[in-house]
């Protein structure tokens, strides 16, 4: 059975979306939120999760802030740990503890449109699709090695919010995906690609047509 800890900070859809998934061979541990009112708690305790608030604004800077939330994850002894919608810059020395065993899901088609904003730059930028990214994180903010991709397309009177609809729905199917396909022991990092091992043709890691079954 491979541990889960799932960090958020707010509204918890995508942690939602794994813990449904049920992925076999999985178990969510805990739900840690850096904010004590994520409304992403509230659901994980509906599901009977471990549900922990570790206010960042408590602690002296990113270190010890850092330091504290890794021993309360390792309290459960994460095989994977998820980011989901959590928005803080992690320090070197999280990021190294979690080595190949941290993923990050970002609203674009990275490499494009890292950090904050994502939605309005794209449309901002006139492209004619966007997406979401699953990746291993390392240090460097929004890159990592990419696990799936998905891909919609930007239209024609689109705004922020309908753009960011859009896209969720995608980061819903993808995230689960790239969940299982870790618990599986089927993502291989070389040379900062990823690959799926066994992947059925099409599904390796990118999601206009369906993800696996
Ligand atoms: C998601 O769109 C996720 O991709 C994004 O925050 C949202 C969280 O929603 N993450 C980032 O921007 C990280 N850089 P959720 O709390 O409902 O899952």
Known sequence: MKRIVILISGRGSNMEAIVRAQIPGAQVQAVISNRPDAKGLEIARSFGIA????????YAGRDEFDAAL????????????VLAGY????????????????????PSLLPCFTGLHTHRRAIEAGVKV??????????E?????????????VLPGDDEDSLAARVLKQEHRIYPQAVRWFVEDRLVIENGRVTVRDAQAGSEGWSVPPVED
């Open 130 to 139: 966007a997406g979401t990214t699953v990746h291993f994180v390392i240090p």
């Open 87 to 106: 928005m803080r810059i992690l320090s070197d020395g999280f990021v190294r503890h979690y080595a190949g065993r941290m993923l990050n899901i970002h």
């Open 141 to 153: 903010l929004d890159a990592g090695p990419i696990v799936i991709q998905a891909v919609v397309p």
């Open 70 to 81: 890794a021993a309360e994850i390792d309290r459960f002894s994460p095989d994977l740990l």
């Open 51 to 58: 549900a922990v608030a570790l206010d960042h604004k408590a």
